[in-house]
């Protein structure tokens, strides 16, 4: 009997041959040339993460990365976030008004503290086009969280405007580099290396913020934060 990790890793898996095939059906983020002082904004919910694991992904991947190739953008230490729930992708001018804020962080204040903790269990990378990702399963909790969310956010006429690989068994990533040019094979087998080298102990997610921000969580406004029971 399948596991719901097994369901999650089918979508994984799925999600690797859309990037094989060059048919991705999701929503990227295209490539710019300042990324710090990209002007398009999202309103997104994650979490940020615990300085043990992001020390684990500076040291155990990004610096050996950042060797091969030190001209990409990858992520310091206090841009690294979890994605948890996109409401509005990003775009200059931005898909939401201050009225759709409101909104959402009703919906927030209503939803999330009736949800538990959850573990994300990160196991391999996943090299795209324009960024890498570190990719994890999760309990099952993450779903209900943003099932939950995705139906009360379409109550209030605020529904996410994101293209997803499926819409169940969603699993947790963490951008890590944004690239400024095509990556080197060299850069390629690296990843490949360092994916199959991965060994994170289980990260416990205890906490969901809501925030507006670029793609790489610069020009950062904190809109609430919310603890998982």
Not at 108 to 135: C, G, S
Request: proline residues 6%; aromatic residues 10%; charged residues 25%.
């Amino acid at each position: 009997m399948k596991s719901h990790q097994d369901y999650q890793k089918e979508v994984i898996n799925k999600l690797e041959q859309q990037v094989k095939s060059n048919s991705l059906s999701v929503s990227t983020v295209a490539a710019i040339g300042d990324f710090q002082n990209d002007p398009r904004i999202c309103l997104t919910s994650v979490h940020f993460p615990n300085k043990s694991l992001i020390k684990k992904i500076t040291e155990t991947i990004l610096n050996p990365l950042r060797k091969i190739q030190p001209e990409h953008f990858y992520y310091p230490d206090n841009l690294i976030h979890i994605t948890i729930k996109n409401v509005r992708v990003i775009n200059n001018p931005p898909h939401f008004s201050p009225t759709d804020i409101e909104k959402v962080k009703k919906v927030f204040d209503e939803i999330i503290p009736k949800h538990k903790q959850f573990k994300i269990y990160y196991y391999r990378l996943l090299l795209f086009p324009a960024n890498l990702t570190l990719i994890g399963t999760t309990d099952p909790e993450l779903d209900n969280i943003i099932l939950k969310l995705d139906s009360e956010l379409l109550k209030v006429g605020v529904p996410d405007d994101k293209k997803y690989v499926n819409d169940k068994y969603f699993f947790s990533n963490v951008t890590l580099a944004r690239f400024l040019k095509p990556v080197s094979d060299e850069f390629r087998r690296k990843v490949e290396d360092l994916s199959s080298r991965i060994l994170f102990d289980p990260y416990i997610t205890d906490s969901v913020s809501l925030v507006t921000a670029n793609a790489v969580m610069q020009k950062r406004n904190v809109l609430g934060n919310w603890i998982l029971r």
